[in-house]
């Protein structure tokens, strides 16, 4: 239970912070705000990269956690 209680929050911040993302560059390109379109489609790789690999790496710990949790 205490693997799942530490992972769950970490897992709805990070889902925050993918939505974050994603309304920023939304809102600044519907805003024709271009120099941050700009630095953000040359950051795009990277980010995808990051989010990715952090994504992947919550849900192993939260399908650790569960099966800890059935184990129990």
Do not use: D
């Not at 920023?24 to 790789?45: Q, R």
Request: proline share 3%; hydrophobic share 65%.
């Amino acid at each position: 239970m205490k693997m799942l209680r530490l992972i769950l929050p970490i897992l709805k911040y990070f889902l925050l912070l993918i939505f974050g993302f994603g309304f920023a560059y939304i809102m600044s390109v519907s805003f024709g705000i271009v120099h941050i379109a700009n630095i953000a489609n040359m950051l795009m790789p990277f980010i995808f990269t990051l989010f990715s690999r952090i994504g992947i790496i919550i849900l192993l710990l939260l399908g650790l956690a569960i099966l800890s949790e059935s184990m129990q």
